[in-house]
Structure formats: structure tokens, C-alpha cells
């Protein structure tokens, strides 16, 4: 009964007319009913700010109740960000934030279908692309095999490339997450809090049971262990021995890159890399 009771409330708060719009009580919910009390405090505070500019905006005209919330409400506020000072990569962040707001309230039932979800982010200009030469696959199993590298880094250097985890994600991983007979990974919290299960090839597989043969390990620790600043190096170093010098990230687009040359379809690149939108997997596909 308390908990239909909670329910009916949380009802009113969206779709009451006369019920003005609380924004604290709808950020408090939106966290709950969502996986981001999992995320990092940094896209909490992301999300958290760009939904609050969104409500106040709604509030200062006279919006109410988001059942007064249509498509081109939401389109307004995406114009006007777009003729205000901030930056393309701003504005695609504060109606992410927005467009996950919906699609979580929609999912669950606290609305009766989601105004932003076919409302499109701002086109990312050409120069803020990622415009780099992108690296063939033949350079990235030379610089693995050229480089002189014990077996964590080569264990790091595979997975990176065969998974196109990120760094955070790679560094969280632990001796569970990685399941070599049946070669998948276990990313238990991407960013948007999102899990997701990535395959890996038999390169990886190889290059991490060397390196656990060297330094068995505990079934909860960390597969690695290190820091942001030590992988970066990692990288850096193998590179060089191909004349390049990689950020982690650009094995990831690698990954992105020939997965899609190599006939996968464009959706399954998508899940693996655990972008909600294909607009950022296209940025990740060069051609």
C-alpha cells in the first residue's frame, strides 16, 4: 500500500497540471529510478546539472507539468542552447542528460511516452572530429609484437583493441569479469552506469592467460591495478615503436573502425562500445 501510495505521488509529479514542477523531487527520482547512483561523481553532476537547467527552463515559461512537455518544447531548448555562447560538445552533454531523463521516466511509467526521444543532439562540426589518420590493423599487431613489453602490457595492448573498452573500464576490471573459455568480457559499470558484455578474440584470450600464468590472481582483485597516467604510458611506449604515439582511446576507435571493416554490422559495434547513440559510433568509425 506505501508503495502504491509512493507511486501515485511520483505520478502526480509529472503529470498533474496544477502541480508546479519540483526540481528537486524530480532530480531525486530520476537518480533512483536510474542506474546513475553507479556512475562516477563527475557524469552524476553532469546529468544532475543538465536536467535542472532543462526544468528551470520550463518553469520560466510558465511549464508546469511535464505532460506539457512535447517534442518541440524540447527542440526550443535545443535551438536556444544552440544560439547561446556554449560549445557543440556542451550542448550535445546538457540534452544527453536530458534525453536520458525521459527515456528513464518513460521506461518507467512515470509518463506516458518520452518527448525527446526523437529530438537529435546537435551535429558535432567537422573540426572537432577526430580527423587522425586512423591505424590498420597490420600496424596494431606489429606494434604489439614489435614492442618490448612484458605480459601485462601485452595483455592490456590486446584487450584494449579486441574489446575497445575504455581505459576506466579496462582499469575497474577484475579477475571475474574476464571469462576466457567462453572469451567475453564483463564491463559491470560503463559509463552511464550501463553494464554491458563485449567479446573478445583469441589474441586477447592468449595474451591474458600468459599474463595470469605469471601473476596468478585472487577471483575478486583487479586484473591490473594501475593508474590512468600508467596505461596512458603503456600505450605511449608500445606505439613508438611503430613511429606513433597512441592514446589508449585511439585503440578504441581502432577496435570501432575495423570491426566495421570487417563486416560486423554497425548496431553490434555500437553495443560493444556501450554508446547510447549511434550518432557517437559513427565518430568512432573512420572511413
Same mark, same amino acid.
Given at each position: 500500500m506505501r508503495l502504491m501510495k509512493q507511486q501515485a505521488t511520483q505520478m502526480d509529479l509529472f503529470t498533474t497540471p496544477a502541480k508546479r514542477i519540483d526540481v528537486d523531487e524530480l532530480l531525486r527520482i530520476f537518480l533512483d529510478e536510474s542506474s546513475l547512483l553507479e556512475s562516477s561523481a563527475h557524469t552524476r553532476r553532469a546529468y544532475t546539472y543538465g536536467v535542472t537547467i532543462f526544468l528551470r527552463w520550463l518553469l520560466a515559461r510558465g511549464l508546469t507539468s511535464l505532460r506539457d512537455v512535447t517534442p518541440s518544447v524540447v527542440r526550443s531548448w535545443r535551438d536556444e542552447l544552440a544560439h547561446g555562447s556554449l560549445v557543440v560538445a556542451s550542448q550535445r552533454a546538457r540534452l544527453a542528460a536530458v534525453k536520458t531523463f525521459f527515456r528513464v521516466i518513460a521506461e518507467r511509467g512515470l509518463v506516458a511516452w518520452d518527448p525527446a526521444l526523437h529530438v537529435e543532439l546537435p551535429e558535432l562540426p567537422n573540426e572537432t572530429r577526430d580527423e587522425s589518420p586512423m591505424i590498420d590493423a597490420r600496424a596494431v599487431v606489429e606494434m604489439i609484437e614489435s614492442a618490448r613489453i612484458g605480459s @601485462? #602490457?601485452? =595483455?592490456? *595492448?590486446? *584487450? /584494449?583493441?579486441?574489446?575497445?573498452? @575504455?581505459?576506466?573500464?579496462? @582499469?575497474? /576490471?577484475?579477475?571475474? #569479469?574476464? #571469462? !576466457?573459455?567462453?572469451?567475453?568480457?564483463? %564491463?559491470?559499470?560503463?559509463?552511464?552506469?550501463?553494464? &554491458?558484455?563485449?567479446?573478445?578474440?583469441?589474441?586477447? %584470450? =592468449?595474451?591474458? &592467460? $600468459?599474463? !595470469?600464468?605469471? @601473476?596468478? !590472481? $585472487? $577471483?575478486?582483485? *583487479? !586484473?591490473?591495478?594501475?593508474?590512468?597516467k600508467t596505461l596512458e604510458r603503456i600505450v605511449h611506449r608500445a606505439s613508438r615503436s611503430i613511429g606513433e604515439q597512441l592514446a589508449p582511446h585511439r585503440l578504441r576507435h581502432a577496435c570501432a573502425t575495423h570491426l566495421v571493416q570487417n563486416g560486423k554490422p554497425f548496431e553490434h559495434v555500437r553495443i560493444v562500445l556501450g554508446h547510447a547513440s549511434a550518432e557517437t559510433t559513427r565518430i568512432y568509425v573512420h572511413p
Open positions: @601485462r #602490457d601485452r =595483455a592490456v *595492448l590486446e *584487450l /584494449l583493441y579486441s574489446s575497445g573498452i @575504455r581505459g576506466g573500464e579496462l @582499469r575497474s /576490471l577484475t579477475r571475474n #569479469d574476464v #571469462d !576466457l573459455e567462453n572469451r567475453i568480457v564483463y %564491463v559491470r559499470c560503463g559509463k552511464g552506469g550501463h553494464s &554491458r558484455i563485449v567479446p573478445i578474440g583469441a589474441a586477447a %584470450v =592468449a595474451a591474458v &592467460r $600468459a599474463f !595470469l600464468a605469471s @601473476r596468478p !590472481l $585472487a $577471483a575478486g582483485a *583487479l !586484473l591490473f591495478g594501475f593508474s590512468r
